[in-house]
Nanobody, 115 residues
Framework: QVQLVESGGGLVQAGGSLRLSCAAS????????MGWYRQAPGKKRELVAS???????NYADSAKGRFTISRDNAKNTVDLRMSSMKPEDTAVYYC?????????WGQGTQVTVSS
C-alpha cells in the first residue's frame, strides 16, 4: 500500500508561480510513473504531467513550456513547478503513483488562479 500526501496548493494571481509537492510512503513498493492530474469543476480529471522512474517526462499541451515536473526516486517525491499561471489552471490537483500493479492517488490540493 502506498500513501501519497500533497502540499503546496493555494491562491495565486495570473502570471504567478506555484510549486506542488507529493511524498509517497509505505513499504515494499517501487513506483514506476509519478504524475500530476487535475480536475476542474464540471470537468473530467486530466493528466497535467508525468515522469517515469528513468526521468522520461510527458506534459499536457496546456502545461508545456509553463510547468516542470521532477522527482526524487530515493525520497519517493515528485514536484510540479508551475509558472505563468492562468485562471484556467484553477482545479484540484492530484498526485498519482503507478507501481507495476496498482494506481494510487493523493487526496488532492486546491489551486486557484485569480485574474
Amino acid at each position: 500500500q502506498v500513501q501519497l500526501v500533497e502540499s503546496g496548493g493555494g491562491l495565486v494571481q495570473a502570471g504567478g508561480s506555484l510549486r506542488l509537492s507529493c511524498a509517497a510512503s509505505g513499504r515494499g513498493f517501487v513506483i514506476n510513473t509519478m504524475g500530476w492530474y487535475r480536475q476542474a469543476p464540471g470537468k473530467k480529471r486530466e493528466l497535467v504531467a508525468s515522469i517515469t522512474r528513468g526521468g522520461t517526462t510527458n506534459y499536457a499541451d496546456s502545461a508545456k513550456g509553463r510547468f516542470t515536473i521532477s522527482r526524487d526516486n530515493a525520497k519517493n517525491t515528485v514536484d510540479l513547478r508551475m509558472s505563468s499561471m492562468k485562471p484556467e489552471d484553477t482545479a484540484v490537483y492530484y498526485c498519482n503513483a503507478y507501481t507495476f500493479t496498482n494506481d494510487y492517488w493523493g487526496q488532492g490540493t486546491q489551486v486557484t488562479v485569480s485574474s
